[in-house]
Nanobody, 122 residues
Framework: QVQLAESGGGLVQPGGSLRLSCAASGSTGSIDVMGWYRQAPGKARELVATISTGISPNYADPVKGRFAISRDNAKKTVYLQMSSLKPEDTALYYC????????????????WGQGTQVTVSS
């Protein structure tokens, strides 16, 4: 069992900044991918950013140049630094982790956080 603890969401004015964090705990095994997705009302969940071991981060086009994802493997934590926030960024942000029991197996599991709300409004 893996738990993802998200924090950092809130209400911010356009142009402001927020930093999201997500810490994985429990039987995480070997974590390959950590990242963030978001879902706005009436829309499907979409990729924000992901980061894998030894691979450059991947960003969705709408957030490139404004968001930065980072990862602390020792703490099993992924961060999302969000700057120059826009009203269009308003959504429920979900932490995502893909892991396996060990690096010697190919049986991956996906885990999702409960979501943290980000609201950008003047």
């Amino acid at each position: 069992q893996v738990q993802l603890a998200e924090s950092g969401g809130g209400l911010v004015q356009p142009g402001g900044s927020l930093r999201l964090s997500c810490a994985a705990s429990g039987s995480t095994g070997s974590i390959d991918v950590m990242g963030w997705y978001r879902q706005a009302p009436g829309k499907a969940r979409e990729l924000v950013a992901t980061i894998s071991t030894g691979i450059s981060p991947n960003y969705a086009d709408p957030v490139k140049g404004r968001f930065a994802i980072s990862r602390d493997n020792a703490k099993k934590t992924v961060y999302l630094q969000m700057s120059s926030l826009k009203p269009e960024d308003t959504a429920l942000y979900y932490c995502y982790v893909k892991s396996r029991a060990s690096s010697s197996t190919w049986h991956f599991r996906d885990y999702w956080g409960q979501g943290t709300q980000v609201t950008v409004s003047s």
